[in-house]
């Protein structure tokens, strides 16, 4: 039972219960289960709302799915009247997070950072309020700290603990080395949360250790400890491995609603319930009722990922914008015609050019190998018919129209 649970009222219990069933939603782990809901409890009890922290490391900042499962939950929080801190690494990015790293990271300029930054803050603002985050550079607190400051910090940590993480671990072990500055980043991320009083701290599996830190250092401090929220790393369109941009099996969600809705429409069908807890908006009685008619035959698991489409778009695009993005997808991919809306580039090159050289003159592919990769699997259409032939010659016409992909097209104006 939590403390104080006796000056509850039964509204107010009630209310503990229906918050909680929010957060563990889709949640790998919470460290611990009963501290939060004992957080929770005392916020309700007192009209005082938590301190929910997510760290940033300005690196790569844009946005997929992947990196909106922590997002989704920090609204959930927010809904629920919590504040959102959002700790900008303008200060720990010049070192660069070592989590998962075979290397040490390159290290960020202060205009790098700063740079990083807005454009996160411009597509955060999709998903949670952002006029209503606290928005924090750790630079303000850790520039401040002198020689004996750190030494002081770095005294309250063993060296066998920072040993535990695995990738320094591994880097030991196959005779990589490890930059002495590298170790003092779990040290900085737990020092933001002794410096900003967090409740709970949110964070992909990957962040074990360095959230962890941050109740290491708020006990050794002599605060509350925060809360630790696991958020299950999200797999890519491959099913396999973690969506990333550098995998290519990622959505973006900057991109246009119908490449959106297509790349949905290609998840496995065992991830599907895992991206409707995890990247949508749907509430857990929702998700329960898709999952329930999925298994029993009721819904179709065509027609449920056609809702996962069209929800992911609705949440980037709007309603219209999802709506027209499902009726281009029926269109082209079950009817099998040409979309009803295909951009037009005006052509103003050779009369006749080789079939590679055309798709990335027209920035339908990155590189001629890449072109040579999708003409190999049958990937490019000229005027509907497969290209066969990587050394094909195009001959240029007014309309002519080329397809890349299952959703890529454009057709060609002469100038």
Known sequence: MIPFVEQL????????????????????????????ETKVAKSILENSPLKIKLGLDPSAPDVHLGHTVV????????????????????FTGRIGDPTGKSVARKQLTTEEVEHNAKTYFEQFGKIIDMEKVELHYNSKWLSKLNFEDVINLAG????????????????????????????????????????????????????????????????????????????????GLDGVEKMSKSKRNYIGIDEAPNEMYGKAMSIPDTLMIKYFELVTDLNKEEIDTIKKDVETGKLH?????????RTIVRMYHGANAASAAEKNFITVFQQGTLPDEIPVVTW?????????????????????????????????????????NSHLIVAISNGLIVQVGKRKFVKINRG
Do not use: W
């Open 301 to 309: 698991p065509r027609d449920a990922k056609m809702l996962l489409a």
């Open 156 to 235: 309250k940590i063993t060296v066998a603990r920072l040993l535990e993480r695995d990738d320094f671990d591994e880097r030991i072990s196959t005779g990589k080395p490890i930059s002495l500055h590298e170790f003092f980043y779990p040290l900085m991320q737990g020092y933001d949360s002794v410096m900003l009083d967090c409740d709970i701290e949110l964070g992909g599996t990957d962040q074990h250790f360095n959230i962890l830190m941050g109740r290491h250092y708020q006990e050794k401090f002599g605060k509350e400890k925060q809360v630790a929220i696991l958020m299950p790393l999200l797999e």
């Open 348 to 388: 103003a090159g050779t009369d006749e050019i080789s079939v590679i050289d055309l798709v990335v003159k027209l920035k339908l592919l990155p590189s001629k190998s890449e072109a040579r990769r999708m003409i190999a699997n049958h990937g490019i259409k000229i005027n509907g018919e497969k290209v066969e």
């Open 71 to 90: 997002l989704n939950k920090l609204r959930q929080f927010q809904q629920n009247g919590h504040v959102i801190q959002l700790i900008i690494g303008d």
């Open 9 to 36: 009222t039964e509204k107010q219990r009630n209310e503990v219960k229906r918050q909680m069933a929010i957060y563990k939603l889709g949640v790998q782990d919470i460290i611990p289960t009963e501290e939060l």
